[in-house]
Structure formats: C-alpha cells, structure tokens
C-alpha cells in the first residue's frame, strides 16, 4: 500500500530564511508525489508534482521538492521564505492499488513564517 | 473558468439527520473525488465517480453514499449523521485518466458541523 509520512507537524520560520518541509513515502512501485498547500478557508492548490521525469522538480511560488529514491524521500524546499507562505503544506502519493488513482494524504505540517 | 465549487460552504445539522453536499467540476473533467477532512488532519478518500458510477471506494461505511450526473456534477450523501462526521468534505475533479500523475483539482468545501 502507498503511504506518506510529514516528518513534523509544525514549522517554524523567520521571513526571508530557508523553508525544509520533510516528506517520507512508502511505495511498492514507481510513485507519483505532490505537494499540496491549504490556505485558511481555502480549497487545495498543488504546489508541484514528481511523476519520474526529473527528480527536481519546480513548482509554484518559488517552492521545489527532491524526489531521493535511496531516502525514500519528497522533501519541499524554498530558498527565502514570505509572510504569505503560512499555511498547511500536505505531501501526498497517488495509490493506484484499486485499479484507478485515489490521493493519499499525509498528516499535514504547518508552516508558521515570522516577521 | 469557474474552477470547483461546492455548495454549500457552511452546514450544520443534528444528529441522526441526513444531508446532502453538491460539487460542480472544473469545465472538461468527467471524474470526480470526494475527501473528509477532520480538524488538525489531512483528507481521506471517500470515493471516486465516473461515467455515473463509483468506481472506488475508501474505507467510510455505507451511510456515505453518492451520485453522479450527466453533467459530472456530483452529490455526496450521508445519512444518520454522527458527531464523528463533523469535518471538512472536499470535492476533487480530474480528467478520467489512467495516469498515475493526473492533477486533481480541489473546490473550497463544505464544512459541516454535527450538533
């Protein structure tokens, strides 16, 4: 079965330092990766998607995420991170273990940005 | 383009009653998801609509029922509401695609409260 796990539920930063939101997945094959941002009553937004053309892979915002098959990892990284920034940050796999592809969801991390 | 809408935003209803949530998908998706997100955790799949049919399940007993139109507009049911079913639901729309990387695109959600 497909799983995620978001090493912190909450994180912590200054305006303009580095933003590192850590994603753990397990697979049984070749996976399909997203970061997913939730505003305050707002909908999902995808950030960016790993689908095994690239392992680095460039989303919105600014944000980017590493696919490290060795770490059986998706980190999110941002280089300086905005006030407009704070938000739940979900890493999530596509499962297609019932035939056709469902989301699955980590825990969430919550990502607090200071001035 | 309207994006994913859902109504309503807000509901509240009591115990044991029966409700009934209503998603409209982005233009030119035919397949549509429906998630629960409880507070502080990340969303669960409920099930998965195309062509009019279910075509996935999660793991949510069978007070949790659906439909899908021919407009691919879809309704999620739940009847003989519980306290534990207080949550967020979210609708999701894709393209009826097999791929494993296709993008689903979230509505805002309808939040409800069971009192």
């Known amino acids: 079965a497909q799983s995620v796990t978001q090493l912190d539920s909450h994180v912590s930063v200054s305006e303009g330092t580095p933003v590192l939101l850590r994603c753990n997945y397990s697979?049984?094959?070749?996976?399909?990766l997203f970061w997913y941002v939730q505003h305050p009553n707002k909908g999902l937004q995808l950030l960016l998607k790993?689908?095994?053309?690239?392992?680095l892979v460039k989303g919105i915002n600014g944000f980017e995420a590493e696919f490290k098959k060795s770490e059986t990892s998706f980190h999110l990284t941002k280089p300086s991170a905005h006030m407009s920034d704070a938000a739940e940050y979900f890493c999530v796999v596509s499962d297609r273990s019932g035939g056709y592809n469902k989301l699955i969801f980590g825990a969430g991390t919550r990502l607090a940005v200071h001035p | 383009d309207a994006g994913v809408t859902q109504s309503p935003t807000h509901l509240i209803k009591t115990r044991g009653q029966q409700v009934t949530l209503r998603c409209s998908p982005k233009?030119?998706?035919?397949?549509v998801s429906w998630y629960q997100q409880a507070l502080g955790q990340g969303p669960q799949f409920i099930f998965q609509y195309y062509e009019e049919e279910e075509r996935q399940r999660g793991n949510f007993p069978d007070r949790f029922s659906g439909h899908q139109f021919p407009n691919y507009s879809s309704e999620l049911n739940v009847n003989a509401l519980l306290l534990g079913d207080s949550a967020l639901y979210l609708c999701?729309?894709?393209?009826?695609?097999?791929?494993?990387?296709?993008?689903?695109?979230f509505g805002q959600g309808t939040r409800l409260t069971v009192v």
């Open positions: 790993y689908t095994s053309a690239a392992t």
């Open positions: 697979s049984s094959y070749s996976p399909s």
């Open positions: 233009s030119g998706h035919d397949t």
């Open positions: 999701a729309s894709s393209l009826g695609s097999l791929q494993a990387h296709t993008e689903a695109f």
